[in-house]
């Protein structure tokens, strides 16, 4: 596997359903980061890792829980979510944050809300 | 505020016919300036990154520019699978990656 993977690629979950998603990165970097992408609405950015902690919550409602247990790997738990929650999630890594880093983004999960 | 205008929301073009996109910022302290090209149902792939005002790079049939308020994303002599939404993004002193809703580009053979 080489750059940022995601799985699963597409998920349909109804609104009581508990689910995960995976984001992998295997570029040796430190930060790894949650968008959300609707349609026509520019990418939003929901959260920021760096070395495994947290240190942005871009006022991301609590039904979405993200973790970090290392570098490599960043998942977002998702519970009781709503039918507006519908979008493609991205998962992206920088070598940093910020200063100008370059984030490289993994290929989405295609989520649907019922 | 950080923003990001992109121009035109979308482009229609013949093979070989060039143009350009355009990317309007307002940013407070430039990091960074970055070109991604998303095919439908992808993720975004990156093309570019830019750092100060006169600054060029070039890939294949694709040229950017940056000047302190704008950034052009010049497509020469287009093919058909250059077509996708090309996105630009900002980062400034937030460190946050501020990005437009994109153009999409349609090459037709």
């Known amino acids: 596997e080489t750059g940022v993977t995601q799985t699963p690629r597409h998920l349909v979950m109804g609104m009581t359903n508990k689910k995960s998603l995976k984001c992998e990165q295997h570029?040796?970097?430190?930060?790894m980061y949650w968008y959300k992408q609707s349609a026509k609405k520019p990418l939003e950015l929901m959260f920021v890792y760096s070395l495994e902690e947290r240190v942005e919550n871009n006022s991301v409602p609590s039904r979405f829980s993200p973790e970090c247990p290392n570098s490599s790997h960043l998942f977002l738990h998702l519970h009781t979510l709503q039918p507006e929650d519908s979008a493609l999630y991205l998962c992206?890594?920088?070598?940093?944050?910020?200063?100008?880093?370059?984030?490289?983004f993994g290929p989405g999960t295609r989520l649907l809300v019922l | 505020e950080d923003q990001v205008t992109q121009s035109p929301e979308a482009l229609r073009l013949q093979e070989g016919e060039s143009s350009s996109l355009n990317c309007s910022y307002t940013v407070s302290g430039l990091r960074g300036l970055f070109w991604y090209r998303q095919d439908p149902g992808k993720g975004p792939e990156f093309l570019f990154t830019l750092y100060s005002a006169g600054e060029e790079k070039e890939k294949e049939r694709l040229k950017a520019t940056l000047t302190k308020k704008e950034s052009f994303l010049h497509i020469t002599a287009p093919k058909p699978e250059d077509s996708a939404t090309y996105l630009c993004a900002v980062s400034g002193a937030t460190n946050k990656l501020i990005f437009g809703t994109g153009t999409l580009l349609a090459v037709q053979p």
């Open positions: 992206a890594s920088s070598l940093l944050t910020g200063l100008g880093e370059t984030q490289y």
């Open positions: 570029l040796g970097h430190n930060a």
